[in-house]
């Protein structure tokens, strides 16, 4: 039993695994995000990291362990009772919908979402600041890719989310648009005092926003903590680099 509200409590991974066949994704990996809080996941391509935000959003299921929000067991639930919960996602590519103008975008997400036009009027400050306001009347589909990008962000914060599951918001945008995402975690964080999961392989936007990181590589977490230490331990480094086999490092060692 459990007696916190869905809605503000803590997002829990606990020992959580999942395996596709034979192939173990990640093992035995805990963690917690707490309410309003900022968590960036990092790791090398094939990780697990998108994997990860499909089983807390209930894409996909788990192997074994659970993911709590408030208490509340939230994987293996479907997607649309997740996000009623206010567990919402975010894609690594686009996700809007073709063919549509940006108000129609806009639109859909609230009735998908069943919220209100309010939401929308709070949004303005973001939809105006990313120049997706100026363009209100045009075609999704036809918009340059950081546009359409920030459109896809600003439509996951229709569902007036309380956590938020950011799978590489900065993946293609240019250098100079990267600061939409600084101003579109911040903006999150104060209108709807959501918590943030941020999966990003751009480094300097975990440094400059994560208070704290973990660090997924070969299905295991393999380190914890503020981004600048975490980001100097050698194996971190390692896995990033995918260096030296540390056997060869210590024979290395032996011969110097
Ligand atoms: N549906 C699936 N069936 C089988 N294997 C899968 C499936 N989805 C993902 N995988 C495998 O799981 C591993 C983890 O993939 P995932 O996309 O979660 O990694 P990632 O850390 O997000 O990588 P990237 O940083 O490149 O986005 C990869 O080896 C991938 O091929």
Redesign the pocket.
């Known amino acids: 039993m459990s007696f916190e509200n869905p809605s503000t409590g803590a997002l829990k991974a606990d020992h959580i695994s999942k395996a596709?066949?034979g192939?173990k994704?990640f093992n035995d990996v805990s963690f917690t995000l707490q309410p309003g809080g900022l968590l960036g996941v990092i790791?090398?391509?094939?990780?697990?990291?998108?994997?990860?935000i499909?089983i807390i959003s209930g894409r996909?299921r788990l192997s074994s362990g659970e993911v709590t929000l408030g208490g509340t067991r939230v994987d293996g639930r479907p997607v649309y009772e997740n996000t009623s919960r206010g567990l919402v996602r975010s894609f690594?590519q686009t996700a809007t919908f073709h063919g549509y103008t940006i108000e129609d975008n806009l639109l859909s997400a609230l009735r998908f979402s069943k919220s209100d036009l309010s939401i929308l009027e709070r949004l303005m400050p973001l939809l105006d600041q990313f120049g997706l306001k100026a363009n209100w009347g045009r075609n999704a589909e036809i918009l340059p890719y950081g546009l359409q990008k920030m459109l896809g962000l600003t439509m996951a914060l229709a569902a007036r989310p309380k956590m938020l599951l950011l799978d590489?918001p900065a993946a293609g945008l240019e250098k100079s648009e990267r600061d939409n995402i600084d101003t579109y975690v911040r903006f999150a964080r104060e209108e709807f005092g959501c918590g943030v999961l941020l999966?990003e392989?751009d480094m300097e936007l975990i440094k400059r926003l994560c208070p704290s990181i973990i660090v997924?590589d070969g299905g295991r977490l393999i380190a914890e903590g503020a981004p600048a230490e975490v980001l100097s331990y050698p194996h971190v480094i390692n896995a990033y680099l995918g260096g030296a086999d540390e056997n060869e490092e210590d024979a290395d060692a032996q011969h110097s």
């Open positions: 596709f066949g192939l994704v790791g090398p391509n094939g990780a697990g990291k998108t994997t990860m499909n996909l690594q590489e999966v392989h997924l």
